[in-house]
């Protein structure tokens, strides 16, 4: 596990910006494909908005690029709640991605419909993979966290956090309002989890999740712990605050 603070939240966009399209390269000349997940919620937005600048689009293999998404609200595509719609504004419609390559899930389908179509789609991913494996292996899983602890849409003591049988699922935020994520296991499966986290209405969280009790179900962001992969925080000075001076070093 890797922590990395930056000044702010530009600076910790542009330092993504720049590996995520090394990790691209590396990914791209590795195996047939880059497979990445992405997250949603406001922290991203500034990554996806430098993805789509030339200085960082063209280094990136976008022929060989998968895109899917971690999590998504159950809203339509154009929905401004949309997660894919965030991605789609941000650089998607930017960059030359075949349509192809864009995995998104249908959050304008009933849950339980869409969750198992995604279900497919990653056991696609899987089923892809040479030599094949049994979890969808990514590339790079982009995770944000939430005040109280959830990642994904992974929430506390959320059901989804005990899938064990389905790679993707139907969720409730707190708020009552439905999601659809992928499960523990997909992200602790893959090659890279990076957390992006900015702000100092996080510092308490990040603090609790990467120095405090272990208990995922109450703080489903402890969960996540790659099992072959690695694990780096990006954060910003303000999201770092908390953080004891030995987990700073
Ligand atoms: C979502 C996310 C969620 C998000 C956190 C942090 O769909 O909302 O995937 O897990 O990453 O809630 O959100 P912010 O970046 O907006 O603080």
């Known amino acids: ?16 910006a720049d590996l995520f399209a090394l990790a691209a390269q590396e990914s791209a000349a590795a195996r047939p494909r880059f497979a990445v997940a992405l997250s ?15 200085q960082f689009s063209q280094k990136v293999p976008w022929r060989r690029t998968h895109l899917y998404w971690g999590d998504e609200r159950c809203v339509p595509p154009d929905d401004p709640r949309s997660n894919y719609g965030a991605a789609r504004d941000g650089f998607i419609k930017h960059v030359p991605i075949p349509a192809e390559n864009v995995h998104r899930m249908r959050g304008e389908d009933l849950p ?15 089923a892809q993979a040479k ?6 292996v990514f590339d790079l899983v982009l995770l944000g966290l939430g005040t109280d602890g959830h990642t994904a ?20 935020a707190p708020d009552g309002s439905p999601r659809l994520t992928v499960t523990a296991p997909v992200i602790n499966a893959a090659r ?11 510092a308490g969280m990040v603090a609790e999740v990467i120095e405090g009790l272990r208990v995922p179900m109450a703080v489903p962001a402890q969960g ?14 303000a999201a770092a605050a908390e953080l004891s001076p030995d987990a700073r070093a």
């Open 131 to 136: 030599p094949r494996v049994d979890v969808p």
């Open 153 to 172: 849409s992974l929430f506390p003591h959320g059901d989804a956090l005990t899938v064990e049988d389905a790679f993707c699922t139907p969720a409730t």
């Open 192 to 202: 890279r989890v990076w957390f992006l986290v900015s702000g100092a209405a996080k």
């Open 112 to 126: 339980e419909e869409a969750a198992h179509e995604y279900d497919g789609e990653l056991r696609r991913l899987a």
């Open 1 to 16: 596990m890797t922590i990395e603070i930056l000044k702010d939240g530009d600076a910790l966009a542009l330092r993504v």
């Open 224 to 237: 996540v712990a790659p099992v072959h992969g690695s694990l780096t925080w990006f954060l910003d000075e």
């Open 40 to 54: 949603g919620g406001e922290t991203p937005r500034a990554l996806y908005k430098l993805l789509a600048r030339q």
